[in-house]
């Protein structure tokens, strides 16, 4: 149903970054274990498979855990979000200070730019 056909022999990074210029999160599934792959990839990390579908992200998910960087530029946030469809990702929770994120909040996603690229980033789901 949210299946992404990625033109033939497209690497997996490119799939993933021509999908976040596109405002999708796209991930993994494999077809023979069906488990969730993410980062992109050619093996199924599971089951040693070559045969991973595309699938786009409905983007909403949960936080797993979560940590306030201190850097020069001031404090950010690092989180684990573990998506609906089963994988987790490293990004961080905006709208929210940065030492405020809750761990179990719901989150959705929102591509925002950063340095001139899309850069995935979460934000507290309106309920
Ligand atoms: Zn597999």
Same mark, same amino acid.
């Given at each position: 149903?949210?299946?992404?056909?990625?033109?033939?022999?497209?690497?997996?990074?490119?799939? $993933?970054?021509?999908?976040?210029?596109?405002?999708?999160?796209? $991930?993994?599934?494999?077809?023979?274990?069906?488990?969730?792959?993410? *980062?992109?990839?050619?093996?199924?990390?599971?089951?040693?498979?070559?045969?991973?579908?595309?699938?786009?992200?409905?983007?909403?998910?949960?936080?797993?855990?979560?940590?306030?960087?201190?850097?020069?530029?001031?404090?950010?946030?690092?989180?684990?979000?573990?998506?609906?469809?089963? $994988?987790?990702?490293?990004?961080?929770?905006?709208?929210?200070?940065?030492?405020?994120?809750?761990?179990?909040?719901?989150?959705?996603?929102?591509?925002?730019? *950063?340095?001139?690229?899309?850069?995935?980033?979460?934000?507290?789901?309106?309920?």
């Amino acid at each position: 149903m949210s299946e992404v056909t990625p033109p033939a022999g497209a690497a997996p990074e490119t799939v $993933f970054r021509d999908g976040l210029a596109a405002g999708e999160l796209r $991930f993994q599934r494999c077809r023979a274990c069906s488990a969730a792959v993410f *980062q992109p990839r050619v093996l199924c990390p599971a089951c040693g498979s070559d045969d991973l579908a595309w699938h786009r992200s409905s983007g909403r998910g949960r936080v797993y855990s979560t940590t306030a960087v201190r850097g020069r530029d001031g404090v950010h946030n690092v989180s684990l979000v573990d998506l609906d469809e089963g $994988f987790r990702m490293m990004s961080r929770v905006e709208g929210v200070a940065p030492d405020r994120v809750l761990i179990g909040t719901r989150v959705a996603l929102d591509v925002v730019e *950063q340095d001139g690229q899309p850069v995935a980033v979460f934000r507290e789901e309106l309920s």
